[in-house]
């Protein structure tokens, strides 16, 4: 038996109230447009087909990133395009600290 997906009421309401518009009002929407966007902080809502070509800016603990939904997208939770962490790197050591050492 297979889970069925997660995506809280709210979303859907938003999704079905977007898709009912015009095409016209829906050109007027950049692609990335923060202003347009559905916020939420629901990171685990899987994507469905019905969200393509929507902004969605997705919490991840510190703001809201805009997250563009393509169709390579769907089956896929918003979470994994906004990232919590970032790595900035390995620290580098400091040469002259190591040869005062030996």
Known sequence: MKKSFFLPKHLVKKIQ?????????LLRQKAGDPEGAFYTWCRSSVILPS??????????????????????????????????RYFRGHKKTDRKAVRKKK
């Open 17 to 25: 109230k977007i898709n009912k518009q015009t095409r016209g009002e």
């Open 51 to 84: 969200m393509i070509g929507h902004t969605f800016a997705v919490y991840n603990g510190q703001k809201h990133i805009p997250v563009y939904i393509r169709e390579q997208m769907v089956g896929h939770k918003l979470g994994e395009f906004s990232p919590t």
